[in-house]
């Protein structure tokens, strides 16, 4: 393996880090309930209020026993509950409450600032072309995890 990947890699996996990190320094109402751990537990909501157990785990790449610590931490800060879903009474169902979507919100629009911030500094030459190489970078992966989760 070309020693560049890995050197690329590890300041992907850097930069996630600093972001994360600036976002956890500057969340502002819920600063006492961004730890990581809950950011992880409410991004794998995506974009929907409500999921199952395993489609949370699933999102974010977490064991089923992990999640669930995350999801009671978070029910705990009122910010989900849980429901049996109706159709299926073994499944559990994990639903934001108001001040869960709240806080979601707040977290989405605190990242959306600090890479609005961070990618400011590019000019827009720079910005085209980092998002045409992101893109490509995205296609290869995709089709890297997909081919390999078929083999």
Known sequence: MDERLLEYLAVM???????????????????????????????????????????????????????????????????????RDEQDRRKVIVRLTEKGRRVREEFLQQRNQIAAELFARLSREDEQELMHLLGRVCDILEKTFYDEMDA
């Open 13 to 83: 996996r850097d930069f996630g880090r600093m972001y994360t990190q600036r976002i956890l320094e500057g969340s502002r109402e819920s600063s006492n309930l961004l730890k990581l751990s809950r950011i992880k537990a409410l991004y794998a909501f995506r974009d929907q209020d409500s999921s199952t157990m395993s489609e949370l785990a699933d999102n974010i790449g977490a064991k089923l026993p992990s999640m669930t610590m995350m999801i009671d931490n978070l029910a705990d800060e009122g910010l989900v509950e849980r429901a």
